[in-house]
């Protein structure tokens, strides 16, 4: 258009006025301050939308609300969120508070994989969540991994494992998960067998059986096994 003008890309997060970067093999600048409200806030939808924590009651204009009275601060203020603070905000009454209230209760009661995926990690995906979850079966296992046992997992290469290491060595991350549980959150329990005679072998189960698919992957992983997609 005529009247069209270039976009200067900012070298400062509008934001948190921190400067932005350009990873080496990228194409984008990013702000790469881990307490920018901006990407706090985008942390923080990811990590209660549906696939991950999945909080039905916590929604995006919610969470904007959250962080900018500083209710919010880290993940672990969710959790901590009383009555009377949702109350003091604005447009909320008592019945809604008590559905977000209720919505984050629930949402404790969760999987390894979607909890390690509702924290955003880069480049770990659902099924990649999945992945790491059926390899280290606790969330302990998970925060001690070590770059050799990631890359045991066969669909995770040295990009994905760094970027996994990168995330694991964020002590406040660490200790915000290891606090969630403190918290209440819970997992499901794995029916794999950490030391059934099948430990360190994976499976795909595919073609005609004599028995069912689910019934085969039980049989595996109650001896041990892992089933890969």
Known sequence: AKNSEPFIIPKNCPSCGEKTQK?????????INTICPAIFKESLKHFVSRRAMNMEKVGDRL??????????????????LKK??????????????????????????????????????RFVGEQTAKL??????????????TSDSLLEIPEIGPKVAESILSWLGNKNLVKQAQELTK????????QRNLTGPLVGKSFVVTETLPVKREEAHEIIEK????ILS
């Open 63 to 80: 969470i904007e609300t959250l962080v900018d009275e500083n209710l919010v601060q880290n993940y672990t203020d969710l959790f901590k």
């Open 132 to 145: 790491i979850s059926d390899h280290y079966i606790t969330l302990d296992r998970f925060l001690s991994a």
């Open 183 to 190: 918290l209440g959150v819970s997992f499901e329990t794995s």
């Open 223 to 226: 001896n041990g096994g892992k």
């Open 84 to 121: 009377s603070d949702l109350l003091s905000l604005e447009r909320q009454g008592d019945k809604s508070v008590d559905n977000i209230l209720k919505s984050v209760e629930i949402s404790k009661k969760t999987t390894l994989a979607g909890f390690i995926y509702a924290f955003g990690i």
């Open 23 to 31: 990873l080496e093999g990228e194409v984008v600048s990013r702000c």
